[in-house]
């Protein structure tokens, strides 16, 4: 029933992970450990807000939100106190690529959790008044995060991004678009994503292969053999070379800029690990943190991340500084990124940056709940059961001819598309358009609105 099949290397030892088979033909990861008195569980579905109709964004949003919203013969008030009584914590969420839910219990309550997980799973109700309250507190936080300028940035980012994609429309959708969304819209939603061809389990704790393998059964039985999940294609980030400014009278103009990354089955990914911890994935070891706040004071805080999704590559960045001081930064952070692409690491930071992600890995391991994390997003990203065994050592690997490579790819001549909020200057070249929402903008489409295709 189970194959064993790597050692996961955590902070205190070392821990096998099994690939658990059921009698049915489900998988999931499993790490064994009796001496944690709590099962942490983690569950994907593959698809996400990409799925999300195109006059309905924020529609998976919203459905994920209900699960747990009354289920089977049990309402809201009665499926909460029954977790509350078994003190059972169970979440359901989103993102761009997947559904998950998230599922902690004791030992001696792991029957009744996969019982509740499995009838939210395969049986929401989605009633009327569990459907509007969940309407209500997600348009208010969509109101609420309206002017936010960090939040405004990242939505603008994307949808300048990717007109006319899945990933340029608001995933928690819109006021208008969550107004909208009908009871029919929720069952054809779950229908169409909740299914066992489209699921990927982690389980971390006291807990057999056996009796786990028997649970997944049961979890899986109500749901319908095959997801009809609508094609998505993968395609390259738009914009590089652009500034938007979005005016919003701050003190300080929050800035979100980037340009296309590698895919995560991308044969030099690693390698374009190591060049962005170098860039700015380093905290304060990196050289964009060295060079806007170390040295001139510019910023608190300065970063840049690889984000992979499911169909497209980015190298995402951010930074917050005063208003007067928005064109010196990017202008730093430009200049930064064409010398890395131009000259690459130094030696010395090639090899301190290989030090510092080997030996930081295991803190992605040091619960149980990260652990269970790390086994569902492995199968997501189909990197195979023995990826953490041999990590650390594909880290260790890269050379300064393989960096040198993977920076001029990942960063090619610095363009970037920078979407910048507040009252920014010194941004040559840049469009200029009111926030949405304010009185400036009444007249001037919103380009993250579901729809806008804004250039």
Do not use: C
């Not at 979005?246 to 190591?274: H, K, W």
């Not at 190298?315 to 690459?344: F, P, W, Y």
């Not at 030996?359 to 619960?367: C, H, K, P, Q, W």
């Not at 990590?391 to 920076?407: G, I, P």
Request: proline letters at 5%.
């Amino acid at each position: 029933m189970t194959a064993a099949a790597t050692a996961l290397a955590t902070p205190a030892h070392t821990t096998q992970i099994d690939r658990v088979t059921t009698p049915r033909g489900a998988e999931a990861w499993l790490v064994e450990e009796t001496t944690v008195p709590v099962i942490a569980v983690e569950i994907a579905f593959r698809g996400g807000s990409a799925q999300d109709p195109e006059d309905r964004p924020g529609l998976v949003n919203l459905m994920a939100t209900l699960l747990d919203e009354g289920a089977g013969d049990m309402n809201a008030d009665i499926f909460q106190e029954t977790l509350e009584e078994k003190a059972i914590e169970l979440s359901f969420s989103s993102n761009r690529d997947a559904v998950t839910a998230s599922l902690r219990t004791l030992p001696e309550n792991l029957d009744e959790a996969f019982r509740l997980l499995g009838t939210a799973l395969a049986a929401p109700r989605f009633d009327h008044d569990a459907v509007e309250r969940m309407k209500s507190q997600l348009s208010a936080q969509i109101r609420r995060n309206a002017l936010d300028p960090d939040d405004l940035a990242g939505r603008t980012f994307f949808a300048e991004a990717f007109p006319g994609h899945a990933y340029g429309r608001p995933p928690r959708g819109t006021v208008e678009s969550l107004g909208a969304a009908t009871h029919d819209d929720l069952v054809a939603a779950h229908k169409r994503l909740i299914a066992r061809d489209n699921v990927v389990i982690g389980a971390v704790g006291a807990i057999s292969a056996e009796r786990l393998a028997n649970l997944v059964d049961g979890l899986l039985a109500g749901l319908p053999e095959k997801a009809g999940l609508t094609p998505v294609s993968t395609v390259a980030p738009e914009g590089a070379g652009r500034t938007e400014i979005v005016t919003l009278d701050v003190p300080q103009t929050a800035i979100v800029f980037g340009r296309p990354g590698p895919l995560r089955n991308a044969d030099d990914f690693i390698p374009a690990y190591v060049v962005n911890h170098i860039l700015g994935g380093g905290s304060f070891s990196s050289r964009l943190f060295n060079e806007v706040r170390e040295k001139r004071g510019l910023a608190y805080s300065v970063y840049s991340y690889l984000s992979p999704y499911d169909h497209a590559g980015l190298l995402l960045g951010g930074v917050a500084t005063r208003n007067d001081r928005a064109g010196q930064s990017i202008e730093l952070i430009r200049a930064e990124i064409r010398r890395i692409a131009e000259d690459g690491p130094t030696q010395k930071e090639l090899e301190s940056a290989k030090k510092y992600l080997v030996g930081s890995y295991a803190l992605r391991f040091d619960t149980s709940t990260k652990i269970a994390n790390q086994l569902v997003q492995l199968q997501l990203d189909d990197l195979g059961i023995d990826y953490v065994a041999k990590r650390n050592a594909l880290v260790q690997a890269v050379t300064m001819d393989e960096v040198k490579a993977a920076a001029r790819a990942l960063l090619g001549d610095g363009d970037l598309l920078v979407v910048a909020v507040g009252q920014p200057t010194g941004l040559d070249g840049a469009r200029v358009r009111p926030a949405p929402g304010t009185a400036e903008a009444k007249l001037v489409p919103d380009p993250t609105a579901a729809g806008s295709h804004a250039r």
